[in-house]
């Protein structure tokens, strides 16, 4: 095979052993090809890029001075380990990443034995890591290290402090090394991020903090004595660290930094001397995501994951003409929600961490006094939105449906229990496409559906988005109300439309057969439109209902469809356990009705990623699947 002249370093290294035997002169240059790697592929492969060209020293310098695969080391919010992926025996393979049947966007277990634990979700890095620490401590493996690299916005999350909190009563051999680059994909916010950056801010601790880095640079290993001694310096230090101390050495982790994480020299040096150190520590990086592409260090949040661009002009692609093409869901619901707000003063708007790729952004740029970006805290957004609603006000709390898997008790205790009005619009239903596993919203119907007093709605189109967002907020229905949408684009140009009520828990019957009945929820039924005119074509006579809302059920149409109808077929961009077609299962048995009953949705296992049409096929419930069943449910042939 002809020599790549591209990457002459990079092309050489196919595991850390390899990186290992590059003399350290030549790690400057490796970082460059690295970094030129990632762009070259992610131009033309679009997946996450602004993070992974944050971290690429930091990746380098990681694997250059850890003994991996047997220390072990975490990358939290795994959208910023392609420098990993790489380095790791998987340059080749990197071309397929996030698509159909390629590698995964995120570090993932059964992947390669370097990916130690997936994370796919922000902040589990610390205690993931505490528990690996401890069981090589139980192992007596006491040259073994475990290291979480986080940040990128993950330091904003509750479980993160809460493995802190853990980490500081266990003296493990466990470093944290904080990548600081005070943004996720919309800038940090919150307590902490102000905190890291007064740190970085602080003149007296960065002069006595430089001294000390410099005293350790002349050490080439660090004994009894000399730890004394910088523990002397420490002390002095923390003595000068912003008002009351350093929070990390308050929790009894010993805390170095803030260093250039750019440096990958001095990154190499200060990991080397931190592995001899015992016990628990915090290495504080400063990083600049998307650094390597100006455009892209200065908007931050539009190059997270930019799509396809020209690496040459630093120009993203346009992929077709907006203003001809249907709006995004999401568009749509930022749209709405201003235009309620300014109707209704007592809507507020809430999310963890996702103005931008909610779209709540659009009222936050007119009524930011009015919004809430509360950081990677899913549960505090549904109890802050809890509070809000005790004293009158309507909190549109917007969070991503796999996301809201981690506020599961909030919802259930301080929301449900309390019969709280809040509307929580999940973002994201269904299969997402790329992201893969852990981003699919695979299954709120199921897991909602089985707490006492929730309305939950899904809208088939744009107009009835809307509408239901209108009906949510007209009255106080002394009960939550979830209305849930998919990721991308509608289909409807001409969305706006004057708002109408919607009577909750009242579907709707979108055309009449005698043959079978297909039962929806959601925007998954404009596939079952499209079948239903293939199958007329056919001779196969079929009625749609769009049931709406799963939540109170519309009981009225199960009992008229079962009256009329012995085929039928449910149809959800959901888990098939425990949702609609669970649902009229047991409406079926309580009501004494016999039917053939075919369910189309998510099947029983984890799916990875694709585009939705790829998955939609895998999972069986394409336009065409939609026909097939049909027809065959339709003949003796079904079973």
């Not at 090394?177 to 602080?202: E, F, M, Q, R």
């Not at 523990?231 to 660290?241: A, D, G, H, M, R």
């Not at 929806?520 to 209902?545: E, F, M, P, R, W």
Request: hydrophobic share 40%; aromatic share 8%; charged share 20%.
């Amino acid at each position: 095979m002809e020599e790549n002249l591209t990457y002459p370093f990079l092309e050489k290294i196919n595991s850390p052993a390899d990186l290992k035997k590059m003399p350290k002169k030549n790690l400057s240059k490796i970082c460059y090809e690295l970094r030129q790697f990632i762009i070259d592929e992610v131009s033309e492969n679009p997946g996450h890029l602004g993070a992974n060209l944050g971290v690429v020293e930091l990746t380098i310098a990681l694997h250059y001075v850890l003994n991996t695969p047997y220390d072990n080391l975490i990358w939290d919010v795994g959208h910023q380990a392609y420098g990993h992926k790489i380095l790791t025996g998987r340059r080749e393979l990197f071309k397929t990443n996030r698509l159909y049947k390629g590698i995964s966007g995120f570090p993932k277990k059964s992947e390669s034995q370097y990916d130690t634990f997936g994370t796919g979700h922000a902040s589990t890095s610390i205690s993931a890591a505490l528990g690996m620490a401890i069981a090589a401590q139980k192992n007596k493996e006491e040259d073994k290290l475990t290291v979480a690299v986080i940040g990128d916005g993950a330091m904003t999350g509750g479980l993160a402090f809460e493995g802190l909190n853990n980490v500081a009563i266990n003296q493990t051999n466990l470093l944290i090394v904080l990548n600081d680059n005070n943004i996720a994909i919309d800038p940090n916010i919150g307590g902490i991020s102000n905190y890291l950056v007064d740190i970085t801010a602080s003149k007296p601790y960065n002069k006595l903090k430089k001294e000390v880095w410099a005293f350790l640079g002349k050490l080439n290993y660090i004994n009894p004595n000399t730890r004394s001694i910088f523990q002397n310096i420490e002390n002095s230090i923390k003595s000068l660290l912003l008002k009351q101390g350093n929070l990390f050495e308050a929790l009894n982790i010993r805390y170095f930094g803030p260093i250039d994480g750019h440096n990958v020299k001095q990154m190499v040096n200060v990991l080397n001397d931190l592995k001899k150190l015992p016990g628990p520590k915090i290495l504080h990086c400063l990083t600049k995501k998307g650094k390597g592409i100006k455009e892209a260090e200065k908007n931050q949040t539009l190059w997270h994951a930019p799509g396809k661009f020209c690496k040459k002009t630093e120009k993203i692609f346009v992929s077709h003409n907006k203003s001809k093409h249907p709006f995004k869901y999401q568009e749509v619901f930022g749209h709405t929600i201003l235009e309620l707000a300014k109707k209704n003063d007592k809507i507020l708007g809430i999310t963890p961490a996702m103005p931008t790729g909610s779209s709540l952004n659009i009222m936050m740029e007119q009524i930011p006094e009015r919004t809430f970006d509360v950081g990677i805290a899913e549960a505090h957004a549904v109890t802050f939105s809890a509070g809000l609603a005790t004293q009158g006000y309507i909190p549109f709390c917007n969070i991503y449906s796999s996301f809201l898997q981690r506020a599961y008790d909030q919802v259930i205790h301080d929301v449900a229990l309390q019969k709280l009005h809040i509307i929580l619009c999940l973002d994201r239903a269904g299969l997402v496409g790329s992201d893969g596993a852990t981003h699919h919203g695979a299954f709120d119907l199921a897991f909602l559906r089985c707490i006492p007093d929730m309305i939950i709605s899904a809208p088939l189109n744009e107009i009835e988005l809307r509408n239901l967002m209108f009906t949510s907020q007209l009255e106080n229905y002394k009960k939550p109300f979830i209305i849930r949408y998919p990721r991308g684009e509608g289909r409807m140009a001409k969305w706006k439309k004057p708002f109408k009520k919607i009577f909750i828990g009242k579907g709707q019957q979108l055309s009449d057969g005698e043959d079978v009945a297909i039962l929806s929820i959601g925007t998954i039924g404009n596939l079952a439109i499209d079948a239903c005119q293939d199958l007329n074509k056919k001779g196969i006579s079929v009625a749609h209902y769009d049931m709406r809302f799963l939540k109170p059920i519309d009981r009225n149409i199960l009992h008229n469809v079962f009256q009329k109808f012995n085929k039928i077929i449910t149809l959800e961009d959901g888990t098939i356990h425990g949702g609609l077609g669970t649902e009229v299962l047991e409406f079926m048995n309580e009501n004494s009705y016999n039917a053939r009953i075919y369910r189309l949705g998510i099947p029983d296992r984890f799916i990875n990623h694709g585009t939705q049409q790829e998955l939609y096929k895998e999972c069986n419930y394409n336009v065409d699947s939609i026909i097939a069943t049909c027809e065959k449910i339709c003949t003796k042939v079904w079973i």
